[in-house]
């Protein structure tokens, strides 16, 4: 009773905002807290596969982008976290500045319009920070060999050529036009959000500055091309060196990077956390880790609902069976731990909206593993907590959109009265 309880007065307060299920109802959208998907609130858990445009540029490997969709759909996700990046190397999707491979691009196509078939919600992100696919580091080379004076792969963040370079990037995969289904990347609902950069850091600024200057900049960018869609900055929720009350919540490095700050820009939409106690705790016991991370994710959620105002997605979040002494058993309870945050949040019409686990693959891809593999037609325990876990994030929508239905029909009812009694 106090969940349909909180549910019926989140919806009381939407409709009083005057919310209407309209042809843009088709994109996921944001009011206040909440993301907003045909009238409703949205919640979803999700997956990362960065691996999706890759697999797709060969025609002949197609199959696994698909079943990942569909098991993906089955399982409860609804969410995927992907690359629309590949900057010079192997398979390039941009193998020089402005210049495009198109069976890399039509890979991508592909993925979208297989997403839009089981009805995943796609967020794509737009360049690495690290070196793997090309990066800031391919970005910056570019620039070096046209002539350019750089000091640093950090250079991505202030060089004038190297900004253009991204710029050009962000228009032409906005502007792409699917040759699957004939829409504008712009405009296709599919796409919930776009990501500016996977994890920026700048260690040669720790102040901050450098990179809240320039997801300002590329944030009105992105903005000023399509106002559709959701933005997002790619962060991983580690606090800047001034706030000192919240240092204590940090790992103990600096990034360059702050999540109040950052989020706090107007052109993004909401706030992203990614989680990896194993990887910046490798000392600390396995039960001080999960502790830390409830710390982490209560605290994120907290200071997005009541500072930011702005939903936040757990983004990242995973544990590698690779490490020494790991076992099922762990990964479960981390899982549990990042669901349980979620869950709690959103049965109060909180500002955490879902997470997804780092990372989906499908059968046969034994290459690409790398200890942090889930694949979902394996019946571990894993598999069963995520089946688990996002029917019932998803039931919390369900309710949601049956209440709303609810509302509208006796909105419905009142006006036809009321029309009546006019006659």
């Not at 797709?56 to 629309?84: C, M």
């Not at 020089?96 to 839009?116: H, K, M, R, T, W």
């Not at 320039?214 to 001034?242: C, N, P, R």
């Not at 956390?273 to 991370?293: N, T």
């Amino acid at each position: 009773m106090k969940l349909w309880s909180a549910l019926f007065c989140t919806l009381l307060l939407l409709q009083g905002n005057n919310l209407r299920v309209e042809a843009d109802d088709r994109f996921v959208t944001t009011t206040g807290v909440q993301l907003m998907f045909r009238g409703s609130p949205f919640y979803g858990n999700g997956f990362n596969a960065y691996w999706l445009m890759y697999m797709a540029s060969d025609p002949s490997q197609r199959s696994k982008v698909s079943l990942a969709f569909q098991e993906a759909r089955q399982h409860g996700l609804r969410i995927g976290r992907t690359w629309a990046f590949r900057d010079g190397g192997d398979r390039a999707l941009q193998y020089s500045p402005g210049s495009y491979n198109e069976q890399v691009f039509q890979g991508l196509d592909f993925v979208i319009s297989e997403a839009e078939k089981h009805r995943i919600k796609l967020i794509l992100s737009l360049v690495n920070n690290y070196d793997a696919y090309g990066g800031k580091k391919q970005y910056v080379n570019w620039a070096r060999e046209r002539g350019q004076s750089i000091r640093s792969d950090d250079d991505f963040f202030t060089n004038s050529v190297v900004k253009g370079y991204y710029k050009n990037h962000v228009k032409t995969v906005l502007t792409r036009r699917n040759t699957f289904t004939g829409v504008l990347y712009k405009d296709d609902p599919t796409i919930m959000a776009w990501e500016l950069m996977n994890e920026p850091r700048c260690q040669s600024d720790q102040s901050g500055k450098t990179i809240q200057a320039w997801i300002t900049e590329m944030a009105s960018h992105v903005k000023s091309i399509d106002g559709k869609h959701l933005l997002e900055a790619g962060l991983e929720g580690f606090y800047d060196q001034s706030s000192s009350q919240k240092q204590e919540n940090n790992p103990s490095f600096l990034v360059g990077t702050d999540f109040i700050a950052n989020n706090q820009i107007p052109g993004i939409d909401f706030a992203t956390v990614h989680s990896y106690p194993e990887s910046w705790f490798p000392g600390f016991s396995f039960q001080r880790q999960i502790e830390f991370l409830n710390n982490w994710l209560n605290n994120h959620t907290q200071d997005a609902q009541n500072i930011l105002h702005k939903p936040v997605l757990f983004a990242e979040f995973g544990k590698s069976l690779r490490t020494p002494g790991s076992s099922l058993k762990q990964r479960d309870e981390l899982f549990r731990t990042v669901y349980s945050a979620t869950y709690s949040s959103a049965s109060r019409s909180g500002a955490a909206v879902g997470g997804l686990f780092w990372q989906l693959f499908t059968e046969g891809m034994d290459s690409f593993h790398d200890g942090y593999e889930v694949i979902l037609s394996e019946i571990t325990s894993t598999v069963k907590l995520i089946n688990y876990e996002s029917k019932k994030l998803n039931h919390i929508r369900s309710m949601h959109g049956r209440t709303a239905r609810g509302i509208e029909r006796a909105q419905q009812r009142a006006g036809n009265s009321s029309s009546n009694s006019g006659d």
